[in-house]
């Protein structure tokens, strides 16, 4: 089952290396991680995707509470959560497919960023489910690239009030 | 006035009461031990191995409460400190480490003598600094042992690049540190200690189980008081020996894979487990599955993460031992304790009687005997002992009671041989008046024995007892109980030094001991003799380390431990 926590931390040098070093000591697995600084220029915060098969979320949290440089954890069911994935897909659009293409893009919401004779390169945002849908649509095109951002979240207006 | 960043080093470990450091120079802390070489308060003990100043550090603290303090210099003497510092993580022991770097111009270049010592060190520290402005150093040494000492002590390690060391600053004090995401609770919920106090009146078959967390609060007396009020029976982990005296009635010995039948019979079969400053390690609970099956369990940890984490609580309790005991001995001291368990006392009374472990009487140099007669002609000393990591360990464990915290130093959660001698010397220099024994095994000695070199040099009067059995004894017997008596690689016959030379060689007055005739003779000589003294006592090869839960089975599935 995946977990979404969304982690404030001192921004200090090492503070990732922790972090990654924590999870895979403790066998957690990170399905995605995505740092960015805050409002506040001396903390970071960190939207982490953990992959829990048979360890208890409990733990992860816990073990996370005892870095020193961890300030602030929250975790949240998925129904707490608006999140959010951006995604680059640099998919084949040749003349012949190119229509075709640009019209799963519309449906999807996609930009379409970059165009060249052979190529379209699309960004997309959504849950995950949505990019993931769209990279199934797009693949029988064939992919050249492709890079997500990972998840973040914040909590819905009802969880923090 | 400006000052050096060592200099600022050596101030702020004076102005936090610093007396003492073990450690190792090199070119990466020359700035540091020149600033040190001027400290009209700092004692510094020159070790042989940086591996034996991580350990010093950690017996100083065991034996004194007191932060332990260690340094080396870059690269290989950094990397030297490793398993020192691994050892004071599992164990939960305040030390910090001082490392010197080298310079931070050429950090990342592979320079000459270059470890990324934070980096290596990252999951066996409770956090670590690399310092890159030295204004910073007298914020970070406080920070330092501020987090070392408080909630669930541990190591903290602190690199500093030698130009750092050399970089002038002004210094200031450091009167506070306060950490944002840095806050260990104390305190233990009011509403589970009064569901504690609940569950213990109403109680028909409990057990008091204490760890080191009880050592490290000081929470000994408030143990004393519950268990005599409430009539429970005590039993610890190896980490938790001296937080109880086990000469009391209430006594059954230690749990776990080397513990006593009774106490391991107790523990699977009470209704009660009061679980205070322990984590539940293997070693202790033998198969975790079938661990207490019929107990609700009240756990107290000032650790949240151990809450829960290999057992299940049934009322978890968040804070410091010594805090929670204490309310919970003032919450319970309005009801009349119950104390309605007299058949289970009767019980554990009939198992002591039956399952007493054993001193072999047959008069021959039985290791046991040896821990036994060295207790007997102890009695009433203040005695420190320390521990080698084996058969040795188990048997110190077993046969020499402790009355008293703090007195046990022992490896428990690395299981470090040659931890043993490099402690005493530590928990010595802390505790100068104190009788302090090293009981060790010829294996574990032989890993640190340069350190000799130390003892000699400060004329330290550490008891070296060396429970002399020519073999890896721990190792020869799991070889022998569950890989068909195939011995190998364990035999240590061939090699191994003659002690009494070896003592000689290091200016240490030694005697090896063979026949149990002499025991009590050289025990003597040992003990009135003022310096340090080796005693290598040459005891039955082959002797085992019984009562044993093997590995996987539960606590009960003991292997003897019956009285003969
Ligand atoms: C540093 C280290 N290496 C290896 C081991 C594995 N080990 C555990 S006990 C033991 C034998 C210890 O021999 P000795 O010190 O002579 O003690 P004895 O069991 O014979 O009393 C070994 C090798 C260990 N615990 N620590
Ligand atoms: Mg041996």
């Known amino acids: ?161 | 006035m400006k000052i050096s960043g060592a200099q600022a080093i050596v101030k702020s470990l004076e102005y936090l009461g610093v007396k003492d450091v073990f450690g190792i120079p090199g070119g990466a802390t020359l700035p540091l031990y020149d600033a040190l070489a001027d400290s009209k308060i700092i004692n510094h003990y020159l070790m042989r191995h940086e591996q034996c100043a991580a350990h010093a550090a950690d017996g100083y603290a065991r034996a004194s409460g007191k932060i332990g303090v260690c340094m080396a210099t870059s690269g290989p003497g950094a990397t030297n400190l490793v398993t020192g510092i691994a050892n004071a993580y599992m164990d939960s022991i305040p030390i910090v480490a001082f490392t010197g770097q080298v310079p931070t111009h050429v950090i990342g270049t592979d320079a000459f003598q270059e470890a990324d010592i934070t980096g290596i060190t990252l999951p066996i520290v409770k956090h670590s600094y690399l310092v890159t402005d030295a204004t910073d150093i007298p914020q970070i040494v406080a920070e330092a042992f501020y987090i070392a000492s408080t909630g669930r002590p541990g190591p903290v390690l602190i690199d500093i690049p030698r130009d750092i060391q050399q970089q002038f600053i002004d210094y200031h004090l450091i009167e506070k540190v306060t950490l944002p995401g840095y806050k260990p609770t104390i305190k233990g919920h009011a509403r589970q200690i009064k569901e504690s106090a609940k569950l213990i009146l109403e109680s028909k078959r409990p057990v008091l189980l204490i760890g080191g967390g009880i050592i490290t609060s000081g929470a000994s007396e408030e143990v004393f008081k519950l268990a005599t009020t409430h009539r429970l029976p005590v039993t610890w982990t190896l980490m938790g020996k001296g937080g109880f005296p086990e000469n009391h009635e209430l006594s059954m010995g230690m749990i776990g894979m080397h513990g006593t039948k009774t106490s391991n019979m107790a523990v699977q079969n009470c209704d009660l487990l009061i679980g205070a400053g322990v984590r539940f390690d293997d070693r202790a609970t033998g198969n975790v599955a079938r661990f207490a099956p019929h107990a609700s369990i009240i756990h107290i940890d000032i650790d949240p993460a151990e809450v829960s984490k290999i057992v299940k609580a049934s009322v978890p309790i968040v804070g410091d031992a010594r805090t929670i005991l204490k309310a919970l001995n003032e919450y319970l001291s309005e009801f009349e304790p119950k104390a309605n368990h007299e058949g289970w006392l009767s019980q554990i009374k009939k198992w002591k009687k039956n399952y007493a472990l054993r001193v072999p009487r047959d008069k021959i140099l039985k290791p046991q005997l040896l821990v036994h007669t060295l207790k007997k002609m102890t009695a009433g000393m203040e005695i420190i002992v320390t521990t080698g990591v084996g058969q040795n360990q188990m048997w110190a464990a077993q046969y020499f009671n402790m009355e008293k915290p703090r007195h046990f130093i022992s490896s428990g959660g690395l299981g470090t041989m040659g931890f043993g001698l490099p402690s005493a010397i530590g928990a010595q220099v802390a505790k100068p008046d104190a009788l302090v024994i090293d009981i060790d095994g010829d294996g574990s000695f032989q890993m640190v024995l340069q350190d000799l070199a130390t003892i000699a040099c400060y004329n330290l009067p550490v008891k070296i007892v060396i429970i002399n059995n020519r073999y890896l004894g721990m190792v020869r017997q799991w070889q022998q109980l569950f890989y068909k008596g195939k011995y190998f690689a364990v035999d240590l016959e061939k090699g191994t030094p003659d002690f009494e030379e070896l003592g000689r060689a290091y200016g240490i007055r030694a005697k090896s001991v063979k026949e149990y005739s002499q025991l009590e003779k050289s025990i003597s000589e040992m003990l009135s003799h003022e310096g340090p003294f080796i005693l290598d006592v040459h005891v039955e090869k082959e002797e085992n380390v019984f009562p044993m839960v093997p590995a996987g089975a539960a606590l009960d599935e003991i292997i003897g431990g019956e009285a003969k």
């Open chain 1, 1 to 161: 089952m995946k977990h979404t926590i969304s982690v404030y931390v001192e921004n200090k040098p090492g503070v990732l290396a922790r972090i990654a070093g924590l999870f895979r000591r403790r066998g957690f697995n990170i399905h995605s991680l995505s740092v960015a600084p805050t409002e506040n220029a001396a903390y970071s915060h960190m939207t982490i995707v953990v992959d829990l098969e048979d360890k208890p979320l409990e733990q992860v949290v816990k073990q996370l509470h005892k870095l020193i440089n961890v300030i602030k954890i929250h975790d949240y069911l998925p129904e707490e959560v608006v999140e959010r994935e951006l995604a680059l897909i640099k998919v084949n659009a040749s003349s012949e497919v190119r229509a075709e293409v640009i019209e799963i893009a519309n449906i999807f919401r996609a930009k379409i960023i970059d165009v060249s004779r052979n190529y379209l390169t699309l960004e997309v945002t959504g849950t995950e489910d949505k990019i993931s849908a769209i990279i199934a649509l797009l693949k029988p095109y064939g992919i050249k690239d492709l890079v997500r951002t990972g998840k973040v979240a914040v909590a819905r207006g009802q969880a923090t009030e």
